[in-house]
Each structure stands twice: as C-alpha cells, then as structure tokens.
C-alpha cells in the first residue's frame, strides 16, 4: 500500500473523528494514530528505544 493512500486513510479517520466527534475526539484519534505509527516502527524494527534514551554526543561541540 503506497503512502499516499495512507495518508488518505488516515486524514479521513481524522476527519470523521473531527465531524462526528467534535474536537476532543480529533485530537484522541491523532495521539493513538501517533502512538500507533511509533509502535509499527518498533515492530518494523526501524526505532529501538535506545533512540528516545540516548544522549546527544557531545564530542563535536565548540566551546
């Protein structure tokens, strides 16, 4: 499935929540969309939680 459709769906799926839900609704549907992209990279295994803990490197800093 391209990502374009995707997009589509999920924009839809916003949509709806938005009409029919008010703005509340919107923004719940958003959060668990974002939730649920971050959990499909985790399975993907694209992300590991070592990003979100990871210190910056500091070793290229001017001073």
Same mark, same amino acid.
Do not use: T
């Given at each position: /499935?391209?990502?374009?459709?995707?997009? %589509? /769906?999920?924009?839809?799926a916003? =949509?709806?929540? #938005?009409? &029919?839900? =008010?703005? $509340? $609704?919107? %923004?719940?549907? $958003?959060?668990?969309?974002?939730v649920?992209?971050i959990?499909?990279?985790? %399975?993907?295994?694209?992300?590991? $939680?070592?990003? &979100?803990?990871?210190?910056?490197?500091? #070793?290229?800093?001017?001073?």
């Amino acid at each position: /499935m391209s990502m374009a459709v995707v997009g %589509l /769906m999920a924009g839809m799926a916003l =949509g709806f929540a #938005g009409y &029919f839900g =008010g703005f $509340a $609704a919107f %923004l719940l549907v $958003a959060a668990l969309g974002a939730v649920g992209f971050i959990g499909g990279k985790f %399975l993907d295994g694209d992300l590991e $939680a070592g990003d &979100f803990f990871r210190g910056r490197d500091h #070793g290229d800093r001017r001073r």
